[in-house]
């Protein structure tokens, strides 16, 4: 018997925990990171395609924020378009936004990358 109430409110417990606000919710927009990574994959199965991006948290302007860079593939074949995937350099603006400082820092690579290691000192 004891067994018997003890399995039921459990079942009742768990049943009041289960929640169906959203969890996660969309900030693509408000953060400033529309980052899409692009993996280059050749579909010949190379082996740099099976390895992950990569990207760096790092204090790029010495603010006291984590700003952050993130590594992109590109297209294995040649391709003569302007448009190539590149890395990007986001510097935390220190209100839960980030703005693409890529340009202007001069770290908009279009190798294929596939990770990154960051230092600061």
């Known amino acids: 018997m004891a067994i ?4 039921i409110s459990l079942i009742a417990t768990s049943t009041t925990l289960i929640s169906t606000a959203e969890i996660f919710s969309d ?3 408000i953060s400033g990171i529309d980052f899409k990574h692009t993996d280059g994959g050749s579909r010949q199965r190379l082996f740099n395609e099976f390895l992950g991006a990569g990207g760096g948290f790092f204090d790029y302007d010495n603010d006291g924020d984590l700003d952050i860079y993130l590594v992109n593939g590109t297209p294995q074949t040649s391709s003569e378009s302007d448009q190539l995937p590149h890395n990007r350099l986001y510097r935390n603006d220190g209100d839960d936004s ?3 400082v890529t340009q202007m820092a001069g770290v908009g690579d279009t190798g294929y990358g596939i990770g990154c ?3 600061d000192y």
């Open 4 to 7: 018997l109430i003890f399995s």
């Open 27 to 29: 900030v693509t927009v």
């Open 98 to 100: 980030f703005t693409d």
């Open 117 to 119: 290691t960051v230092g």
